[in-house]
């Protein structure tokens, strides 16, 4: 069976998720809206057999499987609760602007027997599932710290920095600790005229006295994506902009007197989003979603508000 996708926003980052779902042979794209003529004729030249359209309100058949959401945040709450109604849905992170939105959206799902998925990319990569099987099989002893630095984005007008890039920490944190933090601070500046916040430090602590440092700044010269994993035995250093050797494990034998030991380990290297395009279809065929269950959305936005 192949289901049928229709793309809402073909800015930055929709021809990135058109890409994917064309590369899988689970989903075909159906249909391109956008509200930008200049944006939808790209579309058409990389997409000539899909239907196009200025307004998603044009779009209210039952051929749809899957709507995906790429637009501005701001509207995501309109538009994934419009489809919400007749199809399920992908949205970009962050899925809203707010938890009241967010429970709504999740509400409406539920009534409408259908199912909601938010992109968040990493908690769909090779790296972050090898860390995951390093904390479950406790390799390296009990996880003690994570440090994260995110830097470098597109300025944005309607989410601050830490809906837009500390979505993906909180989302990994959410992903691998599988439990909220007991104490969250954090100091947001505007190091520059950006409306919203541009830069954060953020210090969380989790239950086990595990403690979390994240940087997330828009402004950057220079693009980074490092997480360091400080194990009883090892520090990983996750960098995702790395093209093969994405994690780093420096372990150690003499924990008072350290020697470190580098291994670069063999991760599976696939696209995140076409891992995550390959879950919803599968998720849809075998009517199960287990990873946007228990509250999910819920807690990582909750997170956010508290930030
Ligand atoms: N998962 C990730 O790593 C990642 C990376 C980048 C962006 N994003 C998310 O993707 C979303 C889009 O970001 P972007 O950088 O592509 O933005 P963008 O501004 O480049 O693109 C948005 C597109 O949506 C269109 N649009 C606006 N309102 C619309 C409407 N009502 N109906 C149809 N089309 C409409 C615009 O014309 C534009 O083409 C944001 O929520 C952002 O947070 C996620």
């Known amino acids: ?3 049928n996708v229709v793309l809402v926003g073909y800015g930055y980052w929709g021809p990135k998720l058109a890409r994917n779902i064309q590369n899988s042979n689970k989903f075909r794209i159906h249909s391109i809206v956008d509200t930008s003529k200049k944006n939808l004729e790209i579309a058409k030249k990389n997409f000539p057999l899909s239907k196009l ?4 309100q044009k779009i209210n058949n039952d051929k749809i499987d899957l709507a995906i959401i790429s637009t501005p945040t701001k509207f995501h709450f309109k538009i994934a609760d419009y489809f919400l109604n007749f199809t399920n849905v992908l949205v970009e992170k962050p899925l809203a602007l ?3 939105d967010v429970l709504l959206l999740e509400k409406k799902a539920v009534k409408s027997k259908k199912k909601l998925f938010v992109d968040y990319p990493f908690i769909f990569s090779g790296s972050i599932k090898y860390i995951e099987n390093l904390i479950n099989s406790r390799k390296y002893g009990k996880l003690l710290e994570i440090e994260s630095f995110r830097e470098q984005a597109p300025v944005r007008k309607d989410a601050d920095v830490v809906w837009d890039l500390g979505v993906h920490d909180i989302s990994i944190l959410r992903y691998l600790l599988k439990s909220k933090p007991i104490k969250i ?3 947001k500046y505007n190091t520059i005229k950006t409306s919203k916040k541009d830069t954060a430090y953020i210090n969380l602590k989790f239950k086990n006295d595990l403690k979390v440092f994240i940087k997330n700044s828009w402004i950057s010269p220079i693009k980074i994506r ?3 994993f400080k194990f009883e035995k090892a520090i990983v250093i996750c960098d995702e ?4 050797y994405k994690l780093k494990i420096y372990s150690r034998n003499n924990h008072s007197k350290p020697n470190y030991k580098l291994e670069l380990p063999e991760i599976d290297l696939s696209e ?4 995550l395009i390959e879950y919803i279809g599968k998720s849809i065929q075998d009517n199960k979603n287990p990873i946007f269950k228990n509250n999910f959305n819920a807690d990582i936005t909750k997170i956010l508000e508290k930030i």
């Open 226 to 228: 490092i997480i360091k």
């Open 272 to 275: 995140p989003l076409f891992n």
């Open 1 to 3: 069976m192949i289901y």
């Open 53 to 56: 359209y200025r307004d998603y």
């Open 241 to 244: 902009n790395e093209p093969i």
């Open 98 to 100: 707010n938890l009241r």
């Open 185 to 187: 601070q954090s100091l």
